[in-house]
C-alpha cells in the first residue's frame, strides 16, 4: 500500500494540533504572568484577560484536533498505536490525567476571575498554566519512543518493560525543547493578539512588547536544549542524526535529507530573538508582532518536519536504520484514498471557518466588549 | 484493578459522557423547534429561550468533547485490542464521524455569535437546523460503531460456525481465514498464555496474515448497512432526544413552580417543550418493537435474558407484537445450550479448544447474566410505562383545556417527575443493551479479556479518572448555572 497519502493526512493533522498547542500552553504562562503584574499594577488586568480568552479559543481548536489525532493514527496505523498504548502505557496516562487537570482548571481559572483573593486566583493560574505541561510530557514519550524505542523487548507479542521506557535519553532534553518552545509561540501570539488589540486600547501596547521580548528570549534556553537534544540523537538515534545534518557534516547512512528545513528553522530563530528584544523598545510597531507569531509558527512546523521527515522511511528509528513505515501501515482493509482526501477537505474548509468564527466572535467581539 | 473493575470504569466513563450527548442532542431538537415557532409567532420568550438553550449546548459540547477524548482514549488505552475494530470495521464511520465533529464545532460557533446578526432572521435558523443535522450525524456514525459490536454485520457465517444458534450477521464482507486465524491467535493466547489477547495485534503477526490472505476486510461501508444499527441510530438518538428534551422542561417546570409571578409564562414555555418530549417519547414507544425485534433475531442471548426465558415458552409482549400471539414460544436458554450441546461441528477447534466446549461455556456465562438484565428491563419498561402516562397528560392539557384550568401545578409536576425518569429509563435501557451483550465485546466474536490491555491499572489511575470526571461534570453545570444567571451581553437574552 502507498504510504504518501496517509503521511500527508498524518502530516497536516499533526502539524495544526502542535500549532495550537503550543500557542495555548504558552497562552496561558502569559495570561498568569500578566495576572501576577497586575498584583501590583491594576493596568494589566485587562491584557491578562484578554490573552486568557485568546487561550480558551485556542483550546478548543487542539482539543477537536487532538480527538482527529487519536482516530487517524489508532486507523491507518494501528499496530503501532497497539505498541505505543502498551509500552508507553504510563506516560499516556499522564497525559490523559494532565487532559483532565487542563480543562477543570481552565474552567476554574476562568470562574474564579474577581471572585477569589487575588493571589488565591493567582495560584489556580499557575495549576492551569503548569497543567498545560503535562499533557506533552506524556505525549513526547511517543515522538522519543519512535526516535529510540527504549522499553521495547518484543514485537511478536508486542512486549517490554513500562518502567524502563520512562528512562529514554531522547525524552528529557525533547521535552524541556519543547517546553521553551511553547513558550516562545505562545508569549508571540500573545503579541500579536494584543499589538491587535492596542489599536483601540494603547495601555496593551506595552504588554505585546513583553511578550516579543518574553518569546524572543525563549529562543536562548530552546537553542541550548535543541543542541542538547540534537548532541542526544547523534548517541541514539543516529539515523535521525544524519537526516538533519546530511548536507553539513559528512554522515552518509541517512537516505533523506532534511538539513535544510533544520537550517530553516534555526535561521528563522534568530530572526524571532533580533525582533523580539526590537519589538520590546519600540511597541509601537505592531507590524512586528504580527510578523512574529507566523514566524514562530513557521520555526514550529519547519522543525517538526525535520523531526518527523527526517525519520523517513522508517516510522521507527532503530539505531541507524528502522522499521518502514510500511510495517505499521493498516493492513486490515483498503483505505480509500477518495474518503480520506474529501475528508481532509471538508475539516480543513470547516477548521478555517471555524478559526475566523472564533477569532472574529470570541476574540474581537467579546474581548472587545470586556 | 481486575477486568471487572476496568469494565465498570469504561461504564462509568460513557455514562458521564452521554449526559452532555444528550443535553447537546437533546437541546439541539428542541432549540431547532423553539427558534422555529419564535421567528414564526414573532415571540420573544421562545426567541429567549432558544437562545439560552444555544449558550448551554455549547457549553456541553466542550465538556462532552473533553469527556468524548477520554472515552476514546479509555477505548484505545484500556481496550488496547479494539483497534483492530478500529482499523477495519469502525474506520468508515470513526473517519466521518471527524468530518460531523468538525462541522458540529463549527457551526456551534456560529449559531451561538450570529444571533440577531442577519435581517432574515431564517438564516440564522438555517445555521441551526444544520448545526443539528451535524450533532444528529455524529450521534448516528458513533450508534453505528457500538451497534457492530452487538451485530458484527459482515461477518457473515463466522459466528454461526462458533455457536450454532445464532444468525448470519449479513454478507461475508471479510475475509473468513484472516479473521479465524486472529481468533484461533487470541483464544490460543488466552488460554495457554493467561495473557491478553491486546499483544498479538501487531505489525509481524497482521503483515503476515494480510501476505496469506490479504486484507481482512473488503467492504469499508459494511458496518453502516448493517439492519441492526439502522434500528438502533433511531432507537438511541430517540432516546438521547427525549431525555434533553425532559430536562428543558424539567428545569421550566422547576422555574414555573418557585417563581408564582411568573408561572403563566414558564408554564406556556414548559407545555411546549413537554409537548415534543411526550410526542417524541411516543414514537420512541413504538419504535421500541423495533428495536424488540432486532434484538429477537440478531442476538438470541440477550432475547432471552430480557424475557427471562431459562426455559423455552411464551412471552406475552414479544408474541403479541412481532407474532400477534400471546402463546408463541420463543427459544430459552434450555434451547440455546442444546443447541450448543449438538454442534454441528463438534470437532472443530479454535485455538486448541473445540467449539462445542466455547459454545456450551459461553451460553451457560450469558445465563448468569439473566436476572439481571430481565430485572433492569422490567424496571426499565416499569417507568417507560409512568412515562407514558405522563406524556398522555400533558398531551391532554392541549386537548382539554378547560379540564386543566387551574391544575396546571399538576403538570408541573409531571414534568419533575420526567426530569428524572427519561434519564433513568435511558440509562436502564443502556445497561440493558450493554450487559446483555456479555460475555461478548463483540457479539459471538471477541471477549473483554481479549482486548483488554496487559498492563494493570493502579487505584491512583481509576480515582484521577473518576475524581476528573466528577469534577468535569460539576464544573459544567456551574458554568451552566452561572452563564444562565449572568448571560454574556453580546447575545442580548432580555428579561422573562
Redesign the interface.
Known amino acids: 500500500m502507498d504510504v504518501t497519502l496517509p503521511l500527508i493526512v498524518l502530516g497536516i493533522i499533526l502539524l495544526i494540533h502542535l500549532t495550537f498547542v503550543n500557542v495555548n500552553i504558552g497562552l496561558g504562562f502569559y495570561s498568569v504572568i500578566l495576572k501576577w503584574k497586575s498584583l501590583s499594577n491594576p493596568e494589566v488586568t485587562k491584557p491578562a484577560r484578554k490573552v486568557f480568552k485568546f487561550l480558551v479559543a485556542t483550546e478548543?481548536v487542539s482539543?477537536?484536533y487532538?480527538?482527529?489525532i487519536?482516530?487517524?493514527l489508532?486507523?491507518?496505523w494501528?499496530?503501532?498505536?497497539?505498541?505505543v498504548?502498551?509500552i508507553l502505557?504510563i506516560p499516556?496516562?499522564v497525559s490523559?490525567?494532565g487532559?483532565?487537570?487542563r480543562?477543570?482548571s481552565i474552567?476554574?481559572y476562568w470562574?474564579t476571575w474577581d471572585k477569589v483573593r487575588p493571589r488565591t486566583h493567582l495560584a489556580i493560574g499557575l495549576t492551569m498554566a503548569l497543567s498545560g505541561l503535562t499533557i506533552p510530557a506524556g505525549f513526547r514519550y511517543i515522538f522519543a519512543f519512535i526516535n529510540n524505542p527504549v522499553g521495547l523487548t518484543s514485537?511478536?507479542?508486542?512486549?517490554g518493560n513500562?518502567i524502563e521506557a520512562l528512562t529514554n535519553p531522547v525524552y528529557p532534553p525533547l521535552l524541556i525543547h519543547t517546553f521553551f518552545g511553547a513558550l516562545s509561540i505562545g508569549f508571540l501570539a500573545a503579541s500579536a493578539g494584543l499589538a491587535c488589540s492596542s489599536k483601540a486600547d494603547k495601555t496593551v501596547e506595552r504588554w505585546s512588547g513583553y511578550a516579543s521580548l518574553l518569546g524572543g528570549l525563549m529562543i536562548i534556553p530552546q537553542g541550548l536544549t535543541g543542541f542538547w537534544f540534537w548532541s542526544t540523537l547523534s548517541f541514539h538515534s543516529p539515523y535521525l542524526f544524519a537526516s538533519l545534518n546530511r548536507s553539513f557534516l559528512p554522515l552518509q547512512y541517512s537516505s533523506t535529507n532534511v538539513s535544510y528545513l533544520f537550517l530553516g528553522m534555526v535561521l528563522i530563530s534568530i530572526v524571532i530573538l533580533t525582533f523580539g528584544i526590537v519589538h520590546y523598545h519600540k511597541p509601537s510597531r505592531t507590524w512586528i508582532a504580527y510578523m512574529l507569531a507566523p514566524l514562530s509558527i513557521a520555526a514550529l512546523i519547519l522543525g517538526e518536519m525535520a523531526h518527523d521527515i527526517g525519520r523517513l522511511p522508517y516510522m521507527v528509528i532503530v539505531g541507524d536504520t528502522g522499521?518502514p513505515v510500511e510495517?505499521?501501515i493498516?493492513?486490515?482493509?483498503?483505505?480509500?484514498p477518495a474518503?480520506?482526501l474529501s475528508?481532509l477537505l471538508?475539516?480543513i474548509f470547516?477548521?478555517a471557518?471555524?478559526i475566523a468564527?472564533?477569532y472574529?466572535?470570541?476574540v474581537k467581539?467579546?474581548i472587545e466588549?470586556s | 484493578m481486575n477486568l471487572r473493575g476496568t469494565l465498570d470504569l469504561s461504564a462509568l466513563g460513557i455514562y458521564i459522557h452521554s449526559i452532555t450527548v444528550a443535553i447537546v442532542i437533546g437541546f439541539s431538537i428542541t432549540l431547532t423547534i423553539i427558534e422555529f415557532l419564535g421567528i414564526r409567532k414573532k415571540d420573544a420568550s421562545y426567541i429567549r429561550l432558544a437562545k439560552q438553550l444555544s449558550l448551554v449546548i455549547a457549553i456541553a459540547f466542550?465538556?462532552g468533547?473533553?469527556t468524548?477524548?477520554?472515552v476514546?482514549?479509555g477505548l484505545?488505552?484500556v481496550w488496547?485490542g479494539v483497534?483492530?475494530a478500529?482499523?477495519?470495521f469502525?474506520?468508515?464511520p470513526?473517519?466521518?464521524?471527524?468530518?460531523a465533529?468538525?462541522?458540529e464545532?463549527?457551526l456551534l460557533?456560529?449559531l451561538?455569535?450570529t444571533w440577531d446578526k442577519f435581517k432574515n432572521p431564517w438564516t440564522h435558523w438555517m445555521i441551526t437546523v444544520t448545526y443539528t443535522a451535524g450533532a444528529l450525524f455524529s450521534g448516528l456514525l458513533i450508534t453505528s460503531v457500538n451497534s457492530w459490536m452487538q451485530a458484527p454485520w459482515g461477518t457473515g457465517e463466522i459466528v454461526k460456525i462458533i455457536y450454532p444458534w445464532a444468525p448470519v450477521y449479513g454478507p461475508t464482507a471479510i475475509n473468513i481465514n484472516f479473521l479465524i486465524t486472529v481468533k484461533e491467535v487470541l483464544v490460543s493466547?488466552r488460554v495457554n498464555f493467561a495473557?491478553s489477547g491486546?499483544?498479538?495485534?501487531?505489525?509481524?503477526?497482521?503483515?503476515t496474515?494480510?501476505s496469506s490472505y490479504g486484507?481482512?476486510?473488503?467492504d469499508?461501508w459494511v458496518s453502516l448497512t448493517s439492519p441492526y444499527a439502522l434500528t438502533s441510530i433511531v432507537h438511541q438518538l430517540l432516546a438521547t432526544t427525549v431525555v434533553g428534551v425532559f430536562w428543558i422542561a424539567g428545569a421550566l417546570a422547576y422555574k414555573g413552580l418557585r417563581k408564582k409571578e411568573k408561572r403563566d409564562y414558564y408554564l406556556r414555555l414548559f407545555k411546549t417543550v413537554a409537548l415534543i418530549g411526550s410526542i417524541l417519547l411516543i414514537i420512541q414507544g413504538i419504535e421500541g418493537h423495533e428495536q424488540g425485534l432486532m434484538i429477537y433475531i440478531y442476538q438470541p442471548t440477550k432475547f432471552a435474558m430480557i424475557s427471562g426465558l431459562e426455559k423455552s415458552g411464551p412471552y406475552v409482549p414479544a408474541g403479541l407484537t412481532i407474532f400477534g400471539d400471546p402463546n408463541y414460544v420463543f427459544k430459552g436458554f434450555d434451547y440455546l445450550l442444546q443447541m450448543s450441546e449438538n454442534h454441528p461441528n463438534p470437532s472443530l477447534k479454535i485455538g486448541g479448544v473445540s467449539v462445542k466446549e466455547i459454545a456450551l461455556a459461553d451460553t451457560l456465562k450469558a445465563l448468569e447474566k439473566l436476572p439481571l438484565v430481565k430485572t433492569l428491563y422490567e424496571v426499565k419498561i416499569g417507568l417507560a410505562a409512568l412515562s407514558l402516562l405522563i406524556s398522555l397528560i400533558i398531551i391532554s392539557s392541549f386537548t382539554f383545556k378547560k379540564f386543566w384550568r387551574g391544575k396546571e401545578r399538576i403538570l408541573l409536576y409531571g414534568g419533575l417527575i420526567m426530569f428524572f425518569v427519561a434519564p433513568a429509563i435511558a440509562g436502564l435501557g443502556w445497561a440493558v443493551r450493554e450487559i446483555g451483550r456479555k460475555p461478548w465485546t463483540v457479539y459471538g466474536l471477541l471477549y473483554p479479556e481479549e482486548l483488554v490491555?496487559?498492563?494493570p491499572i493502579g487505584p491512583e489511575?481509576t480515582l484521577?479518572?473518576i475524581g476528573?470526571?466528577i469534577?468535569?461534570l460539576l464544573?459544567t453545570f456551574?458554568?451552566i448555572y452561572?452563564v444562565l444567571k449572568k448571560p454574556?451581553?453580546?447575545l442580548k437574552i432580555g428579561d422573562e
Do not use: C, D, H, W
Open positions: 478548543v482539543g477537536v487532538g480527538t482527529m487519536t482516530v487517524i489508532a486507523g491507518i494501528p499496530t503501532l498505536v497497539n505498541i498504548t502498551i502505557f499516556l496516562i490523559i490525567i487532559i483532565i487537570i480543562l477543570t474552567a476554574a470562574y514485537l511478536n507479542p508486542i512486549s513500562v522499521i510495517t505499521f493498516n493492513r486490515l482493509m483498503l483505505i480509500e474518503l480520506i475528508g471538508v475539516i470547516f477548521t471557518i471555524f468564527l472564533l472574529l466572535y470570541l467581539g467579546i466588549e | 466542550v465538556f468533547a473533553a468524548g477524548t477520554l476514546e482514549f484505545v488505552q488496547n483497534i483492530l478500529i482499523g477495519s469502525f474506520f468508515t470513526l473517519f466521518l464521524e471527524l468530518v465533529f468538525t462541522i464545532a463549527t460557533v456560529a451561538l455569535y493466547t495473557a491486546a499483544s498479538i495485534i501487531n505489525p509481524t503477526i497482521l503483515n496474515l494480510f486484507e481482512l476486510l473488503k469499508p490491555t496487559p498492563n489511575v484521577t479518572i476528573g470526571l469534577l468535569g464544573i456551574t458554568t452561572l454574556p451581553r453580546f
